[in-house]
C-alpha cells in the first residue's frame, strides 16, 4: 500500500448541503481512502455568516467568518462552495481558482447566469470546476450527459426539476387540495425554498434547465433565455380535466434541439400517463433524454436534502482527487462552442389544452372552432360540460400547432361574446 497522502479540503458554506458534505465524508471514510489510491481527505477550514449556530457533528475549531482564511490557504487544494447566491459565491470561487484551487458548487443560481466566464477561468488557472449537485441534487445528470452518452447527439432533455412543484403537482392530482394548501405543506415540510416564488414560478426550473440545455447541446443557455411559466394559474380543474384524457400535469424545464435552433422553456404541460416522467411523484426529481443512438433514457432520484445532495458534491470532489492522483490537473470544464440560435417561444410547436367558460346555445363551438381555424390551430379533441346558469365548460386539446397561432386564435376566441372567461390555456407534450 502507498503511504497516505492528504488533500485539504476548504468548505465555504456549512448549512444543508454543507452539513451534509461534512457528514458523508465522515460516514464513507473507510470506502473513499482505498479507491483514491490511499488518499485522505481532509476539510480543514469551513466558512459561516454566524459561528454561534449550533451543528451537529461539526467541529467548531474549523469554522471561521474570513473567506481569506481559506481562499488564501497554500495547503488547500480544493474549494466546496455551498453557500448559495451569486455575488460573494462567485467571488470566493474566481479567487479561489486564481490561488490555484479546484471548485465544487452546487451553486445553480450561480451557472445558470454565469457558468461560461467561470468555466473559463478555470480552463485558464488549469484547475477543474466541477457543478454536479447544481441540477437535480442527487441525479448524476451532468455526468451522464458529459460523459456517459457523450457518443450521441441529444436531441431532447425534459425533466421534473423542482421537488417542490412536483410536490404540489401530486397532492392535487391525489388529494384534490388546491394549491395554496399544499404549498403551506411543502414549506412546512422544508421542500420549499425560504421564499418559494422561485419554485412556484418556474425560475429554480428555468436555471436547472439553462445549465442542461447548454451541456446537452454545446450551446452556452442562460436564465434570460429560457421561456418560463410557473403553476400558479392551475387550478384542481385542470388537474381532474387531466385526468378524463388520462394525463397527468408537471412542471417541465423542456430543453429541444430542432433543425431551426434550440427551445428552451419551463411550464406547466400536460402529460400522458404512459410518460415515464408522468408517474414520478411527490419531491422526486426525474430527467428523461432522448439521443441518436440510445433512443431514450429516464433517471429518477432525489433531487434535494442534505445527504442527496451532498451525494453528488462529494463525487466530484472525489473525481478531482482522482484525477490530481494521476496528475491531471486541468479539466474540459467548458463544452460550449456553438452558436445555434435560440428559438422565440412563439416559434415553437405544441400541442395545447385550453378550458373555457361559454354559452350553453347553438353556434357557440362553431364559432370556436372557426376561430381556431382562421389561426391555422387543428383540434385533436374535445370535453362539454354543463354547468348553471345556461353556461357551460369546455375542455379542448389542440394538435401540435405553431405557439403564435395559438396565442393569436387565444385572443380571437377571448373576444367572442359567446365566451365568458378563458380559465387556462396549458401546453402538452403528447409525443414522446
Ligand atoms: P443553506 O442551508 O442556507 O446554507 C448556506 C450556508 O452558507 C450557511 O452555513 C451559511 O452560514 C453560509 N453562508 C451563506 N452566505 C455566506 C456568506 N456570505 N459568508 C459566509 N457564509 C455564508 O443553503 P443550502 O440549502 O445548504 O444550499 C447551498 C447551495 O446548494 C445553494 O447554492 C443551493 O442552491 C444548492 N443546493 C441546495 C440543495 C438543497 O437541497 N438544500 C440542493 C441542490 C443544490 P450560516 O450557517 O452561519 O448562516
Ligand atoms: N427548492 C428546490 C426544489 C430545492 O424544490 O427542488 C432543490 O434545488
Same mark, same amino acid.
Given at each position: 500500500m502507498n503511504?497516505v497522502q492528504n488533500i485539504k479540503i476548504?468548505l465555504?458554506?456549512?448549512?444543508?448541503?454543507?452539513?451534509g458534505v461534512y457528514n458523508l465524508l465522515q460516514m464513507n471514510r473507510d470506502k473513499y481512502q482505498p479507491v483514491l489510491n490511499n488518499t485522505n481527505l481532509e476539510i480543514t477550514?469551513?466558512?459561516?455568516?454566524?459561528?454561534?449556530?449550533?451543528?451537529?457533528?461539526?467541529?467548531?475549531?474549523?469554522?471561521?467568518?474570513?473567506?481569506?482564511?481559506?481562499?488564501?490557504?497554500?495547503?488547500?487544494d480544493i474549494?466546496i462552495?455551498?453557500?448559495?447566491?451569486?455575488?460573494?459565491?462567485?467571488?470566493?470561487?474566481?479567487?479561489?481558482?486564481?490561488?490555484?484551487?479546484?471548485?465544487v458548487?452546487?451553486?445553480?443560481?450561480?451557472?445558470?447566469?454565469?457558468?461560461?466566464?467561470?468555466?473559463?477561468?478555470?480552463?485558464?488557472? &488549469?484547475?477543474?470546476?466541477r457543478?454536479?449537485?447544481? =441540477?437535480?441534487? @442527487?441525479?448524476?445528470?451532468? #455526468? +451522464? !450527459? %458529459?460523459?456517459?452518452?457523450?457518443?450521441?447527439?441529444?436531441?431532447?432533455?425534459?425533466?421534473?426539476?423542482?421537488?417542490?412543484?412536483?410536490?404540489?403537482?401530486?397532492?392535487?392530482?391525489?388529494?384534490?387540495?388546491?394549491?395554496?394548501?399544499?404549498?403551506?405543506?411543502?414549506?412546512?415540510?422544508?421542500?420549499?425554498?425560504?421564499?418559494?416564488?422561485?419554485?412556484?414560478?418556474?425560475?429554480?426550473?428555468?436555471?436547472?434547465?439553462?445549465?442542461?440545455?447548454?451541456?446537452?447541446?454545446?450551446?452556452?443557455?442562460?436564465?434570460?433565455?429560457?421561456?418560463?411559466? &410557473?403553476?400558479?394559474?392551475?387550478?384542481?380543474?385542470? =388537474?381532474?380535466? @387531466?385526468?378524463?384524457?388520462? #394525463? +397527468? !400535469? %408537471?412542471?417541465?424545464?423542456?430543453?429541444?434541439?430542432?433543425?431551426?435552433?434550440?427551445?428552451?422553456?419551463?411550464?406547466?404541460?400536460?402529460?400522458?400517463?404512459?410518460?415515464?416522467?408522468?408517474?414520478?411523484?411527490?419531491?422526486?426529481?426525474?430527467?428523461?433524454?432522448?439521443?441518436?443512438?440510445?433512443?431514450?433514457?429516464?433517471?429518477?432520484?432525489?433531487?434535494?436534502?442534505?445527504l442527496?445532495?451532498a451525494s453528488a458534491v462529494v463525487a466530484d470532489l472525489l473525481s478531482i482527487v482522482k484525477d490530481m492522483n494521476?496528475?491531471?490537473?486541468?479539466?474540459?470544464?467548458?463544452?460550449?462552442?456553438?452558436?445555434?440560435?435560440?428559438?422565440?417561444?412563439?416559434?415553437?410547436?405544441?400541442?395545447?389544452?385550453?378550458?373555457?367558460?361559454?354559452?350553453?346555445?347553438?353556434?357557440?363551438?362553431?364559432?370556436?372552432?372557426?376561430?381556431?381555424?382562421?389561426?391555422?390551430?387543428?383540434?385533436?379533441?374535445?370535453?362539454?360540460?354543463?354547468?348553471?346558469?345556461?353556461?357551460?365548460?369546455?375542455?379542448?386539446?389542440?394538435?401540435?400547432?405553431?405557439?403564435?397561432?395559438?396565442?393569436?386564435?387565444?385572443?380571437?376566441?377571448?373576444?367572442?361574446?359567446?365566451?365568458?372567461?378563458?380559465?387556462?390555456?396549458?401546453?402538452?407534450?403528447?409525443?414522446?
Amino acid at each position: 500500500m502507498n503511504k497516505v497522502q492528504n488533500i485539504k479540503i476548504g468548505l465555504l458554506g456549512c448549512g444543508t448541503v454543507g452539513q451534509g458534505v461534512y457528514n458523508l465524508l465522515q460516514m464513507n471514510r473507510d470506502k473513499y481512502q482505498p479507491v483514491l489510491n490511499n488518499t485522505n481527505l481532509e476539510i480543514t477550514k469551513i466558512l459561516v455568516n454566524d459561528i454561534n449556530k449550533k451543528r451537529p457533528n461539526i467541529p467548531q475549531e474549523l469554522l471561521t467568518t474570513d473567506p481569506d482564511e481559506i481562499l488564501n490557504d497554500e495547503n488547500i487544494d480544493i474549494i466546496i462552495e455551498v453557500i448559495g447566491g451569486t455575488t460573494k459565491a462567485q467571488d470566493y470561487i474566481k479567487k479561489a481558482l486564481l490561488n490555484g484551487k479546484h471548485i465544487v458548487t452546487a451553486n445553480k443560481d450561480l451557472m445558470a447566469i454565469n457558468a461560461q466566464e467561470l468555466l473559463d477561468l478555470g480552463n485558464k488557472a &488549469g484547475r477543474q470546476i466541477r457543478y454536479e449537485a447544481s =441540477v437535480a441534487g @442527487a441525479i448524476p445528470i451532468i #455526468s +451522464t !450527459i %458529459k460523459e456517459n452518452i457523450l457518443s450521441n447527439k441529444i436531441t431532447k432533455v425534459m425533466g421534473i426539476i423542482n421537488g417542490t412543484t412536483n410536490f404540489i403537482l401530486t397532492k392535487m392530482f391525489n388529494e384534490d387540495r388546491d394549491l395554496k394548501d399544499v404549498l403551506k405543506e411543502a414549506q412546512e415540510l422544508g421542500y420549499a425554498e425560504a421564499d418559494p416564488t422561485s419554485d412556484i414560478e418556474g425560475l429554480d426550473a428555468a436555471r436547472k434547465i439553462a445549465v442542461l440545455a447548454s451541456i446537452a447541446f454545446n450551446r452556452s443557455v442562460v436564465l434570460n433565455d429560457v421561456y418560463v411559466e &410557473g403553476i400558479t394559474a392551475i387550478s384542481v380543474d385542470d =388537474v381532474n380535466y @387531466a385526468k378524463l384524457f388520462n #394525463s +397527468t !400535469i %408537471k412542471l417541465l424545464g423542456i430543453a429541444v434541439n430542432n433543425e431551426q435552433g434550440i427551445e428552451v422553456r419551463v411550464h406547466p404541460t400536460l402529460l400522458p400517463m404512459s410518460h415515464p416522467l408522468a408517474k414520478v411523484d411527490d419531491v422526486y426529481n426525474a430527467i428523461y433524454i432522448e439521443g441518436n443512438a440510445f433512443g431514450d433514457l429516464t433517471l429518477i432520484g432525489k433531487g434535494a436534502g442534505s445527504l442527496p445532495t451532498a451525494s453528488a458534491v462529494v463525487a466530484d470532489l472525489l473525481s478531482i482527487v482522482k484525477d490530481m492522483n494521476r496528475n491531471i490537473f486541468s479539466y474540459e470544464n467548458r463544452s460550449c462552442y456553438l452558436d445555434t440560435e435560440i428559438m422565440e417561444i412563439e416559434d415553437t410547436l405544441t400541442h395545447f389544452y385550453i378550458r373555457m367558460i361559454v354559452l350553453d346555445r347553438t353556434r357557440v363551438l362553431s364559432k370556436i372552432t372557426e376561430a381556431f381555424a382562421d389561426n391555422d390551430v387543428s383540434i385533436d379533441s374535445v370535453i362539454q360540460k354543463k354547468l348553471e346558469n345556461n353556461l357551460a365548460e369546455l375542455v379542448i386539446l389542440t394538435d401540435k400547432v405553431l405557439n403564435k397561432n395559438m396565442m393569436n386564435a387565444k385572443v380571437q376566441i377571448e373576444n367572442l361574446e359567446v365566451v365568458k372567461e378563458i380559465k387556462s390555456l396549458i401546453r402538452s407534450e403528447k409525443e414522446y
